[in-house]
C-alpha cells in the first residue's frame, strides 16, 4: 500500500472584471454581477472592423458630396488680354471662360511664359465666380514679376 498523497488543487489565474474590477477567471472578461446573462464581449478585430468600415463610409460619403458640389464648373479657359505697370508692381487682365454648366471659381497661376516650368516668381491667386458658358474680364496686381511690361501667361483651372 502506498502512502496517500495530498494534492491540492493549482490555483487559477485570475483579472480583474473589465467594469468593476472584481477577480474572474482569465477567461471571462466581466463579472457575474456585471453580466448576469453571460454573452461574450465582442473580439477585437471586430470592434476594430465596425471602426474600420465606418471610417470608409464616411470617406465615401464625402466623395460623392464634394462631387457633387463642383459638378458642372469648368472647364476654364484663360488668357492674359493686357500688361500694364503699375508701382513696383504690374497690372494683369485676364479673360477668363467658364466652359462649364454651373457658375464657380478657380485657382489661376501668372508667370512668364520665357522661363521654363513653374518658378518662385509665379503669382497664384483665386479667380471671381464665372457664369456658365460666360467670360470675365478681371484685373489682378502681380507684385512678384518685377515691373518690366512683357508677354505673361495665364493658367486657370
Do not use: W
Amino acid at each position: 500500500m502506498t502512502p496517500a498523497t495530498s494534492q491540492t488543487p493549482a490555483a487559477e489565474p485570475l483579472h480583474g472584471c473589465v467594469r468593476c474590477g472584481a477577480l474572474i477567471p482569465i477567461d471571462e472578461s466581466m463579472c457575474e454581477a456585471c453580466n448576469p446573462l453571460g454573452l461574450k464581449a465582442p473580439a477585437a478585430s471586430q470592434a476594430h472592423g465596425i471602426v474600420f468600415l465606418g471610417i470608409g463610409a464616411a470617406v465615401v460619403i464625402m466623395a460623392v458630396v464634394a462631387r457633387l458640389a463642383i459638378a458642372g464648373i469648368g472647364p476654364f479657359y484663360s488668357t492674359v488680354t493686357n500688361v500694364a505697370a503699375e508701382g513696383s508692381a504690374l497690372r494683369v487682365t485676364v479673360a477668363l471662360t467658364n466652359q462649364g454648366s454651373a457658375a464657380g471659381s478657380t485657382t489661376c497661376r501668372i508667370d512668364d511664359p520665357a522661363e521654363r516650368g513653374i518658378g518662385p516668381e509665379a503669382q497664384f491667386f483665386e479667380s471671381p465666380p464665372v457664369q456658365p458658358g460666360k467670360t470675365l474680364l478681371f484685373n489682378v496686381v502681380v507684385t512678384s514679376l518685377g515691373t518690366q511690361v512683357r508677354p505673361l501667361a495665364a493658367a486657370c483651372s
